[in-house]
């Protein structure tokens, strides 16, 4: 299985991926009500990381917003060997405007319109995409339970979360996973990922790795990445391949979800999981993480 296996959920009722995922936002584009331009290169695409050994895709109902989970029933319902998890609670107004909703009543529609929009009956893991500051958490978090005891949602992620608002949620309900920003340059979730480690729980993190351009608009992180860079080159293999293989070997939880619309970019991404970094490199790139 690329790059291993890890279970996630309760054991019993638990699923086994791959440890490299595919996050899906990217395929359907930073406007609103985006399809891809070329729908067929994006179905291409997903039929392609899971020929490559991909059998973990996170996706979203803002991402497009609700397009992104209607390209991924094209492309690969029934599923066969692959889990699909989504999110909900965060609307999407605008390229850049999101917005935290987290009304029970809200909740139970987003999931019944992923339901439908995947052409599932059941939603392997359902994570709440953020927490809704102006509800009560317990609110939250009961009715994707309740949604959980009526078979619709098999398993109840977090994203976005600190500590304790994670330990918050597993006093009310059992938490699959987490899904959190981390990578070699920022690790302000390390915390977490912590608890992750001592309870079992899955670790996804986002944007796996600052890209050049937004390092280069800080003298601190442009020495950082050049480090990463050095590694890279000494390792004869991508900078994106150091930040995953890092990942990987940072923690047996971790599920990295890098996202492309770049097949040779997949490609390369998978490949990740092949490179071991030697413990010298690990301590070096481990010395390199900051809180965000």
């Avoid at 999407?92 to 009956?121: F, I, N």
Wanted: proline residues 7%; glycine residues 8%; aromatic residues 6%.
């Amino acid at each position: 299985m690329l790059g291993g296996g890890i279970a996630i959920g309760e054991p019993g009722s638990a699923f086994t991926v791959g440890r490299m995922g595919y996050g899906a936002m990217q395929l359907t584009g930073p406007g609103v009500w985006d399809m891809p331009a070329d729908i067929d290169a994006a179905i291409t695409l997903l039929r392609r990381a899971v020929e490559l050994g991909v059998t973990f895709i996170d996706t979203a109902d803002s991402y497009g917003p609700h397009t992104n989970e209607e390209l991924i029933r094209r492309a690969l319902h029934p599923y066969d060997g692959v889990v699909i998890a989504t999110k909900g609670g965060l609307t999407r107004t605008g390229p850049h405007r999101w917005h935290s909703v987290g009304r029970p009543e809200y909740l139970r529609q987003c999931v019944e319109m992923s339901l439908r929009r995947l052409a599932m009956d059941c939603i392997p893991l359902y994570q709440l995409h953020r927490v809704d500051d102006q509800i009560p958490l317990a609110d939250q978090i009961g009715e994707l339970a309740a949604l959980r005891e009526e078979g619709k949602i098999a398993h109840i992620g977090l994203s976005e979360v600190d500590v304790p608002t994670l330990q918050t949620a597993r006093s009310i309900t059992p938490i699959a996973s987490v899904q959190n920003r981390f990578n070699v340059l920022s690790t302000g979730s390390a915390p977490v990922l912590e608890l992750c480690e001592q309870e079992s729980i899955a670790f996804i993190p986002w944007f796996p790795l600052k890209n050049k351009e937004l390092a280069l608009e800080n003298p601190d992180d442009a020495q950082r990445f050049a480090v990463v860079e050095r590694i890279a080159q000494a390792n004869r293999v991508s900078v994106a391949q150091v930040a995953l293989a890092w990942l990987l070997q940072k923690s047996p939880v971790m599920v990295p979800i890098p996202g492309t619309r770049s097949l040779a970019h997949l490609e390369e991404n998978v490949a990740a999981a092949q490179v071991v970094l030697s413990d010298a490199d690990m301590a070096e790139l481990n010395a390199l993480g900051r809180p965000d």
